[in-house]
Structures are given as structure tokens and as C-alpha cells.
């Protein structure tokens, strides 16, 4: 399980991928706090709601629970997102990792 490291120069497109290679869950990015998906082209500053007094990075691993890293993009970059299944037909439990994640 590889860590990840999340930053604003990130494209939307290159961290779903990473996410799903490293840890086989689908990840959903919105725009900002909306319900409207992130274009895949953009960065993820591109996107993050502006005035953060926030990093705007971190690191992601397989043992960080679903519920922690969507809240963890929230305070980094204001930015929603949800971890769905490997084949993106539901969200996953909050309460669990994000390796587990792609295992259901």
C-alpha cells in the first residue's frame, strides 16, 4: 500500500487514479463544496474554495479510514469528494480504510 501524497498541483483525473491503483476504490471529486463532479483536467487548487488557512497537502495510505480523508480534503483544500466501490456503483462506509474500500 503506497502512500500518497495529496497537493494543490494535483490533477482531479491523476488522483482518482492513483487512488484506484494504489488502493482499488473509485474516487468521486466534486467542485469545490458542490454536488457537480470536478472536471478531471482541472488542479485540485483549481478547485478548492479560496481563503483555506489551510497546507493544502497531505499524505494518504491504505490505513487511513474512508470518513478521514474525505474530511481530511475538506479541511485541506475545501474540496468534497466520496469513496465509492471498486466498479462505482455505491459509497463506501465511512468507518472503514480505504484498502478495504476496494476489497468490497
Request: proline share 2%; net charge positive; glycine share 10%.
Amino acid at each position: 500500500m503506497p502512500d500518497i501524497k495529496v497537493t494543490g498541483g494535483v490533477k482531479v483525473k491523476t488522483l482518482k487514479n492513483n487512488i484506484k491503483r494504489a488502493y482499488g476504490c473509485t474516487l468521486r471529486v466534486y467542485s469545490g463544496n458542490s454536488n457537480v463532479f470536478a472536471s478531471d483536467d482541472a488542479t485540485l487548487a483549481s478547485i478548492r474554495i479560496k481563503g483555506l488557512k489551510s497546507k493544502g497537502e497531505f499524505t494518504v495510505n491504505g490505513n487511513m479510514l474512508v470518513g478521514n480523508f474525505e474530511n481530511k480534503m475538506k479541511e485541506e483544500f475545501g474540496i468534497k469528494v466520496q469513496i465509492a466501490s471498486p466498479n462505482n456503483r455505491f459509497l463506501v462506509d465511512n468507518g472503514i480504510t480505504l484498502s478495504a474500500a476496494g476489497r468490497l
